[in-house]
C-alpha cells in the first residue's frame, strides 16, 4: 500500500533559536541539509566549537527556546544575497546586520545582551556554520517533517490551540494519522520529480514546544502530555536527502507502507 502525504508548508531557521521564514519552494541536494537552515547559532559563553574541525555541539551551549523564550519576541529575516538579518521586536525594526562583517556580529551579540541578560553564562557569540556544517539539534537533522496531524492530536491532549510553529520543523505534511510518521523510520518519500528523501529518526520533543512562537509565553507543557499520554515525547521525524530535486506547497510525497 503506497501512503501519500502532502507538503503543506515549508519553513527555514537561518539562525537557530530565532524566528522560522516560510518559503513557497526549495531546492533539496543529495547529502546536503535543508537549504538556509540553521546557518548561525549564538553561543552562549564559550561552547569549544572549533570552526576548523567542526563537530555537533549540544542545543545547550547556544541560545535557544528550550530555556530563552524571550527569544520568541523577535522576528527574524536573511537575506542570502547580501548576508543580512533584520529582527523586529513587535512593530519596531531593532536591528539589520550584515553577519559576514565584525561589526554587524556584535551587533546581534549586543542584541541578545539586551533581550536575554539573565540567560547568559558568558559573552553571547554569533557563529557561522563552515560549509558542509549545520547548527541542528540533532546529528541526524538534515530535513526535520511535522505531521499536521500529530500536531492536532496533541491540541486534543492539552484541551488548546498549538501552533505547528511550536515544533520548529521544515516540512509540515498532511496524509498521514496522527503519529503514523513515527512509523515511517527507515522509509522513503518520493516526489514525482525524484526527489527522495530517507526518514532516519524520531524526533524526541523538547521544552521549546511549550513556548508560544508568536508570543513568548511558556504556555503549555507538550512532552508531559506526549508522555503521559503515548509513554514517548516524540512527534516529527528528520530526513536525509537521497536524491535532490525541487519541493514546492502541495507537492505529493509517497512511501510505501
Do not use: W
Request: hydrophobic share 45%.
Amino acid at each position: 500500500m503506497t501512503v501519500t502525504l502532502r507538503v503543506a508548508a515549508l519553513h527555514r531557521y537561518p539562525v537557530k533559536g530565532l524566528s522560522p521564514e516560510p518559503l513557497e519552494a526549495a531546492e533539496l541536494e543529495a547529502g546536503r541539509y535543508f537549504p538556509g537552515d540553521r546557518l548561525f547559532a549564538i553561543e552562549n559563553g564559550p561552547s569549544g566549537f572549533d570552526p576548523a574541525a567542526p563537530a555537533h555541539q549540544p542545543k545547550i551551549k547556544f541560545l535557544m527556546l528550550m530555556r530563552d523564550e524571550a527569544l520568541a519576541r523577535l522576528a527574524t529575516r536573511y537575506d542570502d544575497a547580501s548576508g543580512t538579518l533584520t529582527i523586529r521586536e513587535g512593530d519596531r525594526e531593532v536591528l539589520r546586520a550584515d553577519l559576514g562583517t565584525r561589526e554587524g556580529r556584535l551587533a546581534v551579540e549586543a542584541l541578545m545582551r539586551r533581550v536575554v541578560p539573565d540567560a547568559l553564562r558568558g559573552p553571547p557569540k554569533l557563529l557561522a556554520a563552515p560549509e558542509g556544517f549545520r547548527f541542528t539539534d540533532s546529528r541526524q537533522g538534515f530535513v526535520s517533517l511535522i505531521n499536521l496531524a500529530s500536531v492536532a492530536a496533541i491540541e486534543d491532549m492539552v484541551g488548546a490551540p498549538v501552533d505547528p510553529l511550536r515544533f520548529r520543523g521544515n516540512l509540515q505534511v498532511t496524509g498521514l494519522a496522527p503519529f503514523a510518521e513515527l512509523d515511517l523510520v527507515g522509509t522513503e518519500l518520493a516526489a514525482e520529480n525524484g526527489l527522495r528523501l530517507r526518514v532516519t529518526k524520531r524526533t524526541e520533543r523538547c521544552a521549546a514546544t511549550n513556548v508560544d512562537p508568536a508570543t513568548g509565553q511558556r504556555d503549555l507543557a507538550i512532552p508531559r502530555a506526549l508522555m503521559r499520554r503515548l509513554g514517548h515525547a516524540d512527534c516529527g521525524v528528520y530526513a536525509t536527502v537521497v536524491a535532490g530535486g525541487a519541493l514546492r506547497r502541495d507537492d505529493a510525497l509517497s512511501a510505501a507502507a
